[in-house]
C-alpha cells in the first residue's frame, strides 16, 4: 500500500502546504520521475499543473535527477543534492536515491506550473502574516527595552 507525504510549493509567492496522497492517487504517481509535469486532478488539485521537483525515501535519503532508477547508490558528490559543499575541491561519498518515484518514497515535493481556482494557500499565508505580526511586535518590544535601559 503506497502513501506518500506531498509538499507543494508555490514559487511566486514562497508558500508551501502539505498533503497527503493516498491509494488511487499515491498509485498513479508511482513511476514518474524528477522534472516530469502532472496533472493536479491526480492528487485532488482540480486546474493545478504541477512539476515533481524532488523527494526522498522512506529512511530520509533525498532523490538525485542525475541518478537513474528507484534504488540507492552511493555516489562521489562534488555538488548538488544531498552534498554541503565545505571547501572548494572536496568530494565525499554520499548515498542517494534515484530520479523514479517508488512504493518506498515518503515524501515528493512539487512545485506549482499553472494554478487552479481554488486557493490551496490560504492558511499558509494566514500563518505567515501571524508569524511576521508577531516578530515585529516583538522587535518593538526589544527597542522599547533598550530606550529603557539607556534612560535610566
Known sequence: MAEFKLVISNPKNGLSV?????EQAARSLIGLKLGDKIIGDMVGLPGFELEIKGGSDYCG???RKDLPGVGRKKILAVSGVGFKKAERGIRQRKTVCGNTIHERTAQINLSVVKEGKENIFADADKKKSENK???EAKKKEATAKKEETKQA
Open 18 to 22: 502539505q498533503k497527503e496522497a493516498k
Open 61 to 63: 535519503f533525498p532523490m
Open 133 to 135: 505580526a508577531a516578530k
